[in-house]
């Protein structure tokens, strides 16, 4: 009996130790189709036929420093008194579902055909490394060889990663709004004005919408006003409302600038600025409106900020249109004499203070109310 075990014992030792080695080329993209041989290609002439034909059709290919290390790998093995068997398996150049099919397939011919579970894999980059999970509940990988340079491996890895960056780029709508649509629009920008005489001033433009672009995201102006949105509907009329007055402004500023010919002289800029400045204050006045009327249904004591923006919004237009007409009317040496002249700086600065006590006097009225409302 004890004999038996024995027996028993020394054969189960002897077979674990002869277990064969499968040493198997990873080509994930199946480049070796092109030396005419299908895989799965298993043996040692089978595998050095097809290395030495892929050799000769594509001698500066990295999947040939692949072949030609399982092959080193399999004679270091042989020559150590293995029991060992090399092979070459391939996926599928365009898809990398085909690709983790085919490699599991060939995988399981594999060990259906040798007998063994034991394998080798020998590979050279980070895509052929994808085959790991797929064939890992199927056999047991005893080691990995990466057969890549080092700087290599880096680029490749770097090249993966911008094509999945890439493609997130475009398929994602969060992130193709910025990535395609910011320069989508300022190219459409670019081509518009090229064909105006307002080409030179293409850059500044350009810089100019990008700087906006820039201010809203970094000041979050886009969350408010979509917040806003989705509060009233009051918000919503308020804004429709500014955005049609806003583009009839810049509509009739455009007419008029075509009709003397996009000038930049300074009478007719003053033109352009008394068509397209009423409207920013009108489509300004409009948004304060619409959030006056919001507070004063929910009997807010902040009506009054709405009332002094309103107020602030006709004031500066105005004076800004004065501004503008003695600009273009006067030389530059001029302007600031004749502003004395028309009171225009002492009528600003009185304005300026009065509002300056007015918001700080109401600031206080509402500090003092908030107890009062509270309880």
Same mark, same amino acid.
């Given at each position: ?30 480049? @070796? ?13 089978n595998v050095v036929s097809a290395s030495v034909r892929f050799g000769m059709l594509r001698p500066d290919d990295s999947d040939l420093n692949v072949l030609f290390h399982a092959l080193s790998v399999y004679s270091n093995l042989k020559d150590k008194g293995e029991e060992v068997e090399v092979a070459? @398996? ?47 509940? @199927? ?146 006045? @409009? ?89």
């Amino acid at each position: 009996m004890f004999l038996f075990i024995t027996l028993g014992c020394v054969v189960i030792l002897m077979g674990a130790r002869l277990s064969k080695l499968v040493v198997v080329a990873v080509d994930y993209d199946d480049d @070796i189709s092109l030396s005419g041989f299908e895989t799965p290609i298993i043996g040692y002439e089978n595998v050095v036929s097809a290395s030495v034909r892929f050799g000769m059709l594509r001698p500066d290919d990295s999947d040939l420093n692949v072949l030609f290390h399982a092959l080193s790998v399999y004679s270091n093995l042989k020559d150590k008194g293995e029991e060992v068997e090399v092979a070459i @398996i391939s996926g599928h150049p365009g898809s990398h579902v085909e690709a983790g099919k085919k490699l599991r397939t060939q995988t399981e011919y594999l060990v259906s055909t040798l007998g063994s579970r034991d394998f080798i894999l020998v590979l050279d980059s980070a895509e052929d490394e994808l085959i790991i999970p797929v064939i890992q509940n @199927i056999v047991n990988i005893v080691a990995l060889e990466r057969v890549v340079i080092e700087q290599l491996r880096g680029v490749e890895e770097t090249y993966i990663l911008l094509g999945r960056y890439l493609r997130k780029a475009i398929e994602e709508p969060r992130f193709s709004k910025i990535i395609l649509g910011i320069p989508g629009i300022l190219l459409l920008v670019f081509a518009l004005l090229s064909l105006t005489p307002l080409s030179i001033y293409v850059w500044e433009v350009l810089v100019g919408l990008l700087g906006l672009f820039l201010l809203i995201r970094g000041f979050q102006i886009h969350e408010v006003i979509l917040r806003k949105w989705r509060q009233s509907s009051i918000y919503r009329v308020s804004g429709i409302l500014a955005i049609f007055s806003l583009a009839v402004g810049t509509a009739l500023t455009l007419v008029s600038a075509t009709s003397r010919d996009f000038s930049y002289d300074p009478l007719s800029i003053r033109l352009y600025a008394e068509v397209i400045v009423p409207f920013i204050a009108l489509s300004a006045s @409009i948004l304060f409106t619409g959030r006056l009327i919001s507070r004063v249904l929910k009997k807010s004591i902040r009506v009054w900020r709405d009332v002094v923006a309103i107020l602030i919004t006709v004031l500066l237009a105005r004076y800004v249109l004065n501004l503008i007409e003695v600009i273009a009317v006067y030389p530059a040496d001029k302007i600031v004499d004749v502003l004395y002249e028309y009171n225009l700086i002492q009528v600003f600065a009185l304005i300026s203070v009065l509002i300056v006590a007015i918001v700080f006097l109401m600031s206080f009225i509402e500090h003092q109310m908030r107890p009062t409302r509270s309880t």
